[in-house]
């Protein structure tokens, strides 16, 4: 029998395929992915333990905001409580500082009422009265308002309400609206004796 050819096929490239463009290409290409799976893995690496640092520091950052929370808590307090003080040392110097007007108008209110005519309230507001009373008479009311308006005192005098009574639908209750004079503020301007003054240069 005559010997059979056989003919044998080769799949594995030549040894010098690396040395040619495409092996080139293709080793460049996989030692790359290598480096970019590491990088890649390296930076999962970093992420995940930095989380134990960044949750560390997040809690201490609760905690000091908690603590500013509760200070500025406190300090609101006492200046809520400082403000309400200082309004009412403001209200009680006002009062102390027109004493005497109160005082001479009080005595200029009661002595302007009708004789049919009763007082519930007096408040005292800045600069006006707030008059309350009772009287069965509506005429009263205005003579009331006539009286207090000529006194001198106060610079004008109004009927804020009236209505009847519950109890006693023969009375009327009012309230009256009275502002003082609203003085005018002194002149603190003074020229010194001897000192002259300089004359306007124009130009």
């Known amino acids: 029998m005559a010997a059979q050819n056989k003919t044998e096929i080769n799949l594995l490239p030549q040894k010098g395929f690396e040395a040619t463009t495409t092996g080139r290409i293709l080793a460049w290409i996989l030692s790359t992915f290598r480096v970019i799976v590491i990088v890649t893995e390296i930076i999962v690496m970093i992420a995940f333990l930095s989380r134990f640092w960044l949750d560390a520091q997040n809690s201490d950052l609760d905690e000091k905001l908690d603590e500013k929370k509760a200070l500025l808590s406190t300090s609101l307090t006492f200046e809520n409580q400082f403000r309400d003080t200082q309004k009412r040392l403001s209200v009680f110097s006002q009062i102390t500082s027109q ?53 001198g005192i106060f610079q004008s005098v109004g009927l804020n309400e009236i209505s009847s009574d519950v109890r006693s639908p023969d009375l009327l209750n009012f309230k009256l609206i009275a502002n003082f004079k609203q003085t005018e503020p002194e002149d603190n301007s003074a020229t010194l004796e001897g000192e002259e003054v300089p004359e306007e240069v124009s130009e």
């Open 99 to 151: 004493e005497s007007v109160l005082s001479s108008s009080l005595k200029d209110i009661a002595s302007h009422l009708p004789d049919d005519l009763f007082l519930s309230s007096v408040t005292f507001n800045k600069n006006s009265y707030t008059i309350e009373g009772i009287t069965p008479n509506e005429r009263s009311i205005q003579q009331l308002i006539v009286n207090l308006g000529s006194s």
